[in-house]
């Protein structure tokens, strides 16, 4: 899933028009109520369709009123992973822990690893 989002400006060079007029107020309306609008979108055509989130938001230096559009995870998308638990009870063994052969082959790793003081 793409990650980017997107912003959706109204019509700055029609600021009269009837469809600019309704896209602010609706913008301006979602910001002051501070709730986000959930919509299908598509590229085009041929695409598939995703789920994003409007988000309302007002330039502080402009005052303009515009949307974020944020893609949403569909159920597929989500991935269920499983880890080992951090603690265990006392009659649970605990099969992530090192055997005394591996604390040992590790132990010899590091000190074959460290510089010789002639070195330093």
């Known amino acids: 899933m793409e990650a980017s989002a ?3 400006l109204p019509s700055l ?3 009269k028009s009837g469809a600019t007029k309704a896209a602010i107020a609706l913008i301006r309306a979602m910001y002051d109520m ?5 919509c299908r979108y598509t590229f085009h055509a041929k ?3 995703q789920l994003v989130a409007l988000l309302p938001h007002k330039d502080a230096e402009t005052e303009v009123y515009y949307l974020r559009s944020v893609k949403l995870p569909f159920s597929d998308d989500m991935r269920t992973l499983k880890f080992p638990k951090f603690t265990f009870d006392e009659d649970e063994e605990d099969t992530n822990k090192p055997t005394v052969a591996q604390l040992s082959a ?4 590091i ?4 510089l010789p003081e002639s070195e330093m």
Not at 34 to 38: E, K, S
Not at 111 to 114: A, G, L, R, T, V
Request: aromatic share 0%; proline share 5%.
């Open 34 to 38: 501070r709730v986000a609008g959930i």
């Open 13 to 15: 060079n029609s600021p």
């Open 106 to 109: 590790v132990d010899d790793l």
């Open 111 to 114: 000190d074959k690893m460290q």
């Open 47 to 49: 695409s598939h369709v």
């Open 6 to 8: 997107k912003t959706v």
